[in-house]
C-alpha cells in the first residue's frame, strides 16, 4: 500500500471508531458524540474557555459550538451565559464537570486499548510525528488557499 493510501486510510479508521464510540458514550447523556470532544478539552482546559477559543481548538465550526454549548446549558452542564455572550467565558458546572471526567476516562481507556503493543517510546514518537503532520498540513492548506 502507498504511503498516502495508508495515512489516509488509517486516519479515517481512527475517526470512525472514535466518532463510533464517542456516540456510544454520549448517548447516555442525550447528546451528540461530537460533543464529547468539547466536554474533554473544557475541562482539561483547566480555565474558562471562549466558545470562540473552543472553536480555534477543536477546530471546529462556531455555530457547532454555540449549539453544543446551548445543549450544554439546557442540561446544566455549564453556566448560563451573562449578558455578553460573544466573549463570555464556558465555565462548567460541578455536573458538567462530572460528565466530562466520565469522557475523559472513555478516551483515556479507549487510547490504552487502541495502542496495545506500542511502547511507551513508539507511544510518543506517533503522537509528536501525527502533530507534527497536522501542523504541516494546515500550513501547506493555509499556503495554497
Known amino acids: 500500500m502507498e504511503r498516502f493510501e495508508q495515512?489516509?486510510?488509517?486516519?479515517?479508521?481512527?475517526?470512525r471508531y472514535w466518532?463510533?464510540?464517542?456516540?456510544?458514550?454520549m448517548q447516555q447523556y442525550g447528546m451528540k458524540g461530537t460533543y464529547a470532544l468539547y466536554l474533554e478539552?473544557?475541562?482539561?482546559?483547566g480555565k474558562e474557555l471562549t466558545a470562540a477559543r473552543l472553536a480555534e481548538i477543536t477546530q471546529r465550526d462556531k455555530a457547532d459550538i454555540s449549539?453544543?454549548?446551548?445543549?450544554?446549558?439546557?442540561?446544566?452542564?455549564?453556566?448560563p451565559y451573562g449578558e455578553?455572550?460573544?466573549?463570555?467565558?464556558?465555565?462548567?458546572?460541578?455536573e458538567g464537570r462530572a460528565v466530562a471526567e466520565q469522557v475523559q476516562r472513555k478516551a483515556a481507556?479507549?487510547?490504552?486499548?487502541?495502542?496495545?503493543?506500542?511502547?511507551?517510546e513508539?507511544?510518543?514518537?506517533?503522537?509528536?510525528?501525527?502533530?507534527?503532520?497536522a501542523k504541516n498540513m494546515r500550513e501547506f492548506a493555509e499556503r495554497n488557499e
Open 41 to 45: 478539552v473544557l475541562a482539561a482546559a
Open 84 to 94: 455578553k455572550r460573544y466573549r463570555a467565558p464556558i465555565i462548567l458546572t460541578d
Open 122 to 133: 513508539v507511544r510518543e514518537n506517533v503522537y509528536q510525528g501525527l502533530a507534527v503532520i
Open 19 to 25: 466518532n463510533r464510540i464517542a456516540a456510544e458514550e
Open 7 to 15: 495515512y489516509t486510510l488509517s486516519l479515517f479508521t481512527i475517526n
Open 109 to 120: 481507556a479507549t487510547l490504552e486499548a487502541a495502542g496495545q503493543g506500542l511502547s511507551e
Open 67 to 79: 449549539r453544543a454549548v446551548a445543549v450544554f446549558q439546557e442540561k446544566g452542564l455549564v453556566e
